[in-house]
């Protein structure tokens, strides 16, 4: 009986998981039960050690510093109305082309993205900011959600991503030249994001209609509106110049970002100590949130590879026809259904150590898979039913949209997500140039 349940206790995990997770029981501590759970059945309190030194590992982990740095930083932005002034001097530039709008929250959620790395921060706040201006120019709704949510997630493909330093904490991979190669995936889904937008404008007149002459900003209204992203724009060179060139850790540049915030903030006179305190508790609050989700995910991972799920994963994968490429798509087969239910930090938890490795010995390069990681793991934000970004989308608009109409907004972007992780597969060098041009 014992060795029965043992056979199957992969399964059997990923399927007790997805029951709690349909019962509403929180990521964090569904993970959690799921670990401790099977740990005590199939090895008695003994198993303790093992979940105690594999949670240990995780949280003393020095890299993940970064992790509270990049929320305080994006919070403090949030206080300080950054990201409707970037909509702002955005749309001013683009409300005279068909899908400006569109175009606009695609652009400043990948600055936002650039500024803070989390995802939450660019849907929710151009939940607020853009949807209403689409709607009142009549844009077609689901081409102004979709937008919203493939804008905002942009955050986690544009470094300085939470889930790259995660995913950098547990591969090995190193952080500053999966933030280079990033940069390179990111210009790729803004390039085909915007291509989509314009194909559907200029296809149909009433689909995202351009401003009306009378409602356009003038040549000197699109200068001054500049000056509200020149702080910003400075700020990511000095983040990510100080990274890439190597003067900083991504720690230690998260931590340069914070305080760069805060002198935009006073400086500006938009921060104050009062605006600063209600930042450090909400991103306390975040921080812990993260931390329990990076404990639950490595209980469950020490025990399911204990009871054999990494090998398991691995001779599945190898049964795959096609050899290496047969691999490759069985991974993101894996991931992709993996995303359909799992929180992404948590999905980069369980699948990172089981997939990666597998992919690596097959003979690709880790970075340029960590890359492609990165691609399908945003696409887990808007993949239902548990896209995470839905629901962040969903608690901005509260009762104005349906959650159908929010589902079915994520189609299309799904859609060119998949294109641009085959794009990355067929050119591979789109994904990895600037990380060699900078290491040589």
Same mark, same amino acid.
């Given at each position: 009986?014992?060795?029965?349940?043992?056979?199957?206790?992969?399964?059997?995990?990923?399927?007790?998981?997805?029951?709690?997770?349909?019962?509403?029981?929180?990521?964090?501590?569904?993970?959690?039960?799921?670990?401790?759970?099977?740990?005590?059945?199939?090895?008695?309190?003994?198993?303790?050690?093992?979940?105690?030194?594999?949670?240990?590992?995780? #949280?003393?982990?020095?890299?993940?510093?970064?992790?509270?740095?990049?929320?305080?930083?994006?919070?403090?932005?949030?206080?300080?109305?950054?990201?409707?002034?970037?909509?702002?001097?955005?749309?001013?530039?683009?409300?005279?082309?068909?899908?400006?709008?569109?175009?606009?929250?695609?652009?400043?959620?990948?600055?936002?993205?650039?500024?803070?790395?989390?995802?939450?921060?660019?849907?929710?706040?151009?939940?607020?900011?853009?949807?209403?201006?689409?709607?009142?120019?009549?844009?077609?709704?689901?081409?102004?959600?979709?937008?919203?949510?493939?804008?905002?997630?942009?955050?986690?493909?544009?470094?300085?991503?939470?889930?790259?330093?995660?995913?950098?904490?547990?591969?090995?991979?190193?952080?500053?030249?999966?933030?280079?190669?990033?940069?390179?995936?990111?210009?790729?889904?803004?390039?085909?994001?915007?291509?989509?937008?314009?194909?559907?404008?200029?296809?149909?007149?009433?689909?995202?209609?351009?401003?009306?002459?009378?409602?356009?900003?003038?040549?000197?209204?699109?200068?001054?509106?500049?000056?509200?992203?020149?702080?910003?724009?400075?700020?990511?060179?000095?983040?990510?110049?100080?990274?890439?060139?190597?003067?900083?850790?991504?720690?230690?540049?998260?931590?340069?970002?914070?305080?760069?915030?805060?002198?935009?903030?006073?400086?500006?006179?938009?921060?104050?100590?009062?605006?600063?305190?209600?930042?450090?508790?909400?991103?306390?609050?975040?921080?812990? #949130?993260?931390?329990?989700?990076?404990?639950?995910?490595?209980?469950?991972?020490?025990?399911?590879?204990?009871?054999?799920?990494?090998?398991?994963?691995?001779? #599945?994968?190898?049964?795959?026809?096609?050899?290496?490429?047969?691999?490759?798509?069985?991974?993101?087969?894996?991931?992709?259904?993996?995303?359909?239910?799992?929180?992404?930090?948590?999905?980069?938890?369980?699948?990172?150590?089981?997939?990666?490795?597998?992919?690596?010995?097959?003979?690709?390069?880790?970075?340029?898979?960590?890359?492609?990681?990165?691609?399908?793991?945003?696409?887990?934000?808007?993949?239902?039913?548990?896209?995470?970004?839905?629901?962040?989308?969903?608690?901005?608009?509260?009762?104005?949209?349906?959650?159908?109409?929010?589902?079915?907004?994520?189609?299309?972007?799904?859609?060119?997500?998949?294109?641009?992780?085959?794009?990355?597969?067929?050119?591979?060098?789109?994904?990895?140039?600037?990380?060699?041009?900078?290491?040589?």
């Amino acid at each position: 009986m014992m060795m029965f349940i043992f056979e199957y206790a992969p399964i059997a995990m990923f399927l007790l998981l997805l029951l709690l997770l349909f019962l509403g029981v929180p990521i964090a501590f569904s993970l959690a039960f799921v670990g401790v759970f099977f740990a005590l059945i199939m090895w008695g309190i003994d198993s303790t050690s093992l979940l105690t030194s594999a949670v240990w590992g995780v #949280m003393n982990n020095f890299t993940l510093l970064a992790i509270p740095l990049f929320i305080l930083m994006s919070v403090l932005l949030e206080k300080t109305n950054i990201i409707a002034d970037l909509f702002d001097s955005v749309y001013k530039w683009s409300g005279g082309l068909r899908g400006g709008l569109a175009i606009a929250a695609i652009v400043v959620g990948a600055i936002i993205g650039a500024i803070s790395g989390v995802v939450a921060a660019g849907v929710i706040g151009l939940g607020l900011i853009a949807l209403p201006q689409m709607m009142k120019y009549k844009y077609n709704e689901n081409l102004s959600l979709g937008s919203i949510m493939a804008g905002g997630t942009l955050g986690q493909i544009i470094p300085p991503s939470l889930n790259m330093v995660v995913y950098g904490a547990i591969t090995g991979v190193s952080v500053s030249s999966l933030f280079a190669a990033g940069l390179g995936a990111g210009f790729l889904l803004i390039f085909l994001f915007i291509i989509y937008i314009l194909i559907r404008a200029y296809h149909r007149e009433d689909m995202a209609p351009a401003l009306a002459k009378e409602d356009r900003a003038t040549f000197k209204e699109k200068v001054e509106s500049l000056r509200s992203i020149a702080l910003p724009l400075l700020l990511i060179i000095i983040v990510l110049g100080s990274i890439f060139t190597g003067i900083a850790t991504p720690t230690e540049g998260a931590a340069v970002g914070v305080f760069g915030t805060i002198l935009i903030g006073f400086g500006t006179k938009r921060l104050d100590w009062k605006k600063t305190k209600e930042a450090i508790h909400e991103s306390t609050k975040m921080t812990g #949130m993260v931390g329990w989700i990076l404990i639950g995910a490595a209980a469950f991972s020490a025990v399911f590879s204990g009871v054999g799920g990494n090998q398991f994963v691995s001779e #599945m994968a190898q049964l795959a026809p096609g050899g290496k490429w047969g691999v490759l798509f069985f991974s993101l087969a894996f991931i992709i259904l993996l995303g359909m239910f799992l929180e992404t930090m948590a999905l980069i938890m369980l699948a990172a150590p089981i997939i990666s490795p597998i992919i690596v010995n097959a003979g690709f390069d880790p970075l340029w898979w960590a890359v492609v990681f990165m691609v399908v793991l945003q696409m887990a934000f808007l993949t239902p039913p548990f896209g995470f970004a839905i629901f962040y989308l969903k608690s901005a608009v509260g009762a104005k949209v349906g959650i159908d109409k929010i589902y079915r907004a994520t189609i299309p972007f799904i859609t060119i997500q998949l294109i641009a992780t085959i794009i990355l597969i067929l050119f591979p060098i789109l994904a990895v140039w600037l990380p060699n041009l900078l290491n040589k």
